[in-house]
């Protein structure tokens, strides 16, 4: 670890893998906490929030600046539409907003209430689309929020194929972070759930195939979801949601006049995803091991390679790049395979990649939306 780095970084170094790229993990950390504080934060505030010494968050943000990723803007960084690539390159290889979102949108226009779709992330849900329509609404969620799984009408549709692991790492968090502190998308609050309770939703959610959500993020937000399959393992693939106010809608209300739309809809979405052509694989990368080696020539010491080509490995997924072996990966962005394997050990760390192992090859997780 380089010497300037005296304060302890976000995660432990004991708990990383000695492959990890300690650069990243501190780039992905200053880019996690932009993205937290809604897009600009000071630099002295990143340093507070990363704990990382200044002169590190320097050079992250001007490798992040070189990048594209964010703009420097006097004392403060800015993250830039750009780095909505990040987040992009998730969605697109996920296919669903692509497949599904016209259906959300459809919905929502002939309801007039708010649709989302959203995915599991562990134990809680990310939005991957959002068709806001009552702009009223005190609280409006944005794609890649994550919330807490036990407050979410989604949630409990997800919980019902949880693993005893899942059940283990919910119970922990709630144990730890009883307010949701660690959800920044929604308002600090102390979900009374009696012993049990989750897990009964849970199970009646998986039974019923709809769920509500009756003002348990914030009083008057109500919402009912229905899960979209993939049809070609049944697993849960998306949850569909219709979002209102409890002044034109009780949640048993939702339930009894809006379930029975959303069910059709939500049948044509699956229907969608059954007869989707294998896509084409997009373009690859803008970034190659070319361009950051010339960064770096320029710029010397404030341009961090290892973080500029683990970013770029990121980009080298997306539609029809779904799943990428460690090859697949290298030949999309000019690195080495040491470099490559290097940055995806990384990634998986923190939670960013999976990798099957039955395929050897890697997926980005719903995750990487924190991200910008
Ligand atoms: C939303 O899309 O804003 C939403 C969805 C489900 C909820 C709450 C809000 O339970």
């Known amino acids: 670890m380089p010497a300037e780095t005296t304060t302890s970084p976000p995660v432990p170094a004991s708990a990383a893998p000695a492959e990890a790229v300690a650069p990243l993990i501190r780039g992905v950390s200053v880019l996690r906490e932009l993205t937290d504080a809604g897009g600009t934060l000071s630099l002295s505030g990143l340093e507070r929030a990363t704990g990382l010494a200044r002169s590190t968050v320097d050079r992250i943000t001007s490798t992040l600046a070189r990048m594209g990723y964010v703009r420097l803007d006097g004392r403060d960084a800015v993250a830039t539409p750009r780095l909505m690539e990040l987040g992009n390159a998730y969605l697109a290889a996920l296919r669903l907003p692509a497949l599904l979102s016209g259906r959300a ?6 309801l007039d209430e708010s649709v989302s779709l959203a995915v599991a992330d562990r134990d809680g849900i990310r939005f991957i689309h959002q068709a806001t329509r009552r ?24 919980a019902s194929e949880w693993t005893d692991d899942d059940w283990r790492a919910w119970r922990e968090r709630r144990a730890s972070d009883p307010e949701n502190r660690a959800f920044p998308a929604v308002p600090p609050r102390q979900l009374a759930l009696p012993q049990g309770e989750f ?21 008057g937000l109500v919402a009912v979801s229905v899960p979209v399959r993939d049809p070609r393992t049944g697993r849960i693939a998306c949850a569909a949601n219709v ?5 034109r809608h009780t949640a048993a209300d939702l339930r009894d006049t809006l379930l029975p739309r959303l069910r059709t809809t939500v049948t044509e979405m699956e229907r969608a995803l059954a007869i989707a052509p294998e896509p084409d694989p997009g373009p690859p990368p803008s970034r190659s091991a070319a361009w950051i080696g010339a960064s770096k020539n320029e710029l010397g010491r404030e341009f961090i390679e290892s973080l500029a080509r683990g ?10 790049r779904a799943a990428l072996t460690l090859t697949d990966v290298a030949r999309a962005t000019g690195l080495t395979r040491a ?4 940055a995806l050990i990384t990634y998986e760390h923190l939670g960013l990649v999976r990798q099957q192992p039955e395929s ?12 910008g």
């Open 105 to 110: 949108d459809a919905l929502a226009d002939e």
């Open 135 to 158: 702009r009223a609404m005190s609280l409006s969620f944005r794609i890649g929020d994550l919330l807490p799984a036990e407050r979410t009408a989604p949630g409990p549709l997800f």
């Open 199 to 219: 897990e009964r939703t849970a199970a009646q959610a998986g039974r019923n195939g709809w769920a509500l959500d009756d003002q348990l993020i914030e009083p």
């Open 243 to 247: 979002v209102s106010h409890t002044s």
């Open 311 to 320: 970013l770029t490995v990121l980009t080298a997924f997306g539609e029809g």
């Open 339 to 342: 470099t490559a394997r290097r």
């Open 360 to 371: 050897r090859t890697f997926a980005l997780t719903p995750r990487v939306l924190s991200l």
